[in-house]
């Protein structure tokens, strides 16, 4: 066996309807000054954003609530900036990213520029990693995909040169992640599939990633069981409490993937796509995977006709079978498999966008292979 390194420093607690419980066993890093960062609407609608700051009053060492609620789906740079202004402006002691992927990648960036005097640039740009001021992050997830709350990176797009960023280390592992899938349960027909489908996505690219080990490949295997078979029960019903918990459940594992074995390349260009585009996170890679697939499979066969297998629930062999059944199942969730709904004069510009570490995924030694994977999913259909 290879050495492996593991590394799980966020405390997790997970179930349905356990957050009141979960935020009195955290009493004791929850002090000073709390900043709320979400994504409000329809949290604040159904009262969510008001129960979690009452609770959070309710806690001894705790002065006072701010909420900061202006972020978008992509969270922009701008909107973190405004963060950070309102969290310098209020000594913020902790910050709680509340919300979907986005809300919590916001917290993430507050945290990592509040305690200290670099420029949010520097991290973004010049690859500095947040040091010893990052303030503590509390991650409550109300959608089940992205992983945020077990993961060391936050996405910002850069709304002026048009980028998606990341800022990554490990002091932007959340200390604490509270999954509590009641919050999912509001969550609308397209964003859950969305969504749904980036814990498909981790399961994938975390797999065939260079950085796997055993441990994550066996916590990407048992994943994509499961959400194999629980997206199309919720695409059935989404009254499915037991198919939510699950989906909320194999999203947590994979944010443990995502900071121990990273993506591959539909991460990748999802990034630039979602950014000229401001289409979601899950649409962009639902329309990029028949795609990629097809190249994937030319550098890493057994994998790929694995994965697509557990998927699927029955053995797929051969190329097209695994592209197909591919597609079959991004329709099943109502997601595009290719990009034809996205304006084709971008295709530069979003190549030349970028970023990220390509080497992690095997099909990187395709010459042009960014340029090769878009193209071909705007053919496929
Ligand atoms: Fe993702």
Redesign the pocket.
């Known amino acids: 066996m290879k050495p492996e390194q593991i590394y799980i420093p966020t405390a997790i607690y997970f179930g349905r309807d356990i957050w009141q419980e979960s935020i009195k066993e955290i009493e004791n890093i929850l002090r000073g000054n709390v900043m709320i960062v979400t994504t409000g609407r329809t949290l604040a609608r159904l009262g969510y954003i008001a129960d979690l700051k009452k609770n959070l009053e309710e806690c001894q060492k705790v002065k006072r609530v701010v909420i900061y609620d202006k972020v978008s789906a992509n969270p922009r740079l701008s909107e973190a900036k405004q963060g950070i202004e309102a969290a310098i402006e209020n000594k913020i002691d902790v910050v709680i990213g509340f919300g979907g992927?986005s809300a919590i990648d916001l917290a993430k960036a507050v945290a990592a520029r509040t305690g200290t005097k670099a420029l949010i640039e520097e991290y973004l740009y010049d690859g500095m990693e947040p040091g010893e001021g990052t303030l503590p992050v509390i991650a409550i997830p109300t959608t089940a995909?992205?992983?945020s709350e077990l993961s060391k990176a936050a996405i910002i797009t850069d709304d002026i040169k048009k980028m998606k960023v990341g800022i990554r280390g490990k002091r932007l592992f959340p200390q604490v992640a509270i999954v509590d899938s009641i919050f999912t349960e509001s969550v609308p027909f397209h964003r859950t599939m969305e969504t749904g489908f980036?814990v498909v996505?981790?399961a994938m690219e975390s797999y065939i990633s260079v950085a796997a080990s055993q441990y994550t490949r066996m916590q990407s295997e048992y994943a994509l069981k499961l959400a194999g078979q629980m997206l199309p029960r919720l695409a059935a019903n989404l009254g499915d409490i037991e198919a939510r918990s699950q989906m909320s459940y194999v999203s947590m594992m994979m944010g443990i993937n995502l900071g121990n074995a990273s993506?591959g390349l539909p991460?990748r260009l999802q990034y630039p796509l979602g950014a000229y585009t401001d289409t979601s996170?899950g649409w962009g890679?639902a329309a990029l995977y028949p795609a990629w697939l097809a190249y994937e499979y030319e550098y890493n066969r057994e994998s790929v006709e694995h994965l697509v297998s557990i998927l699927a629930g029955r053995i797929i062999q051969g190329k097209q079978n695994c592209i197909h059944t591919m597609g079959q199942f991004i329709a099943s969730l109502k997601l595009p498999s290719s990009l034809k709904a996205v304006d084709r004069t971008m295709l530069q510009d979003m190549i030349d966008t970028v970023t990220g570490n390509l080497l992690n995924d095997p099909a990187s030694q395709e010459p042009d292979i960014v340029r090769k994977i878009y193209e071909k999913a705007w053919e496929e259909t």
């Open positions: 992927g995909g992205t992983g980036d996505a981790h993506t991460h996170h890679l």
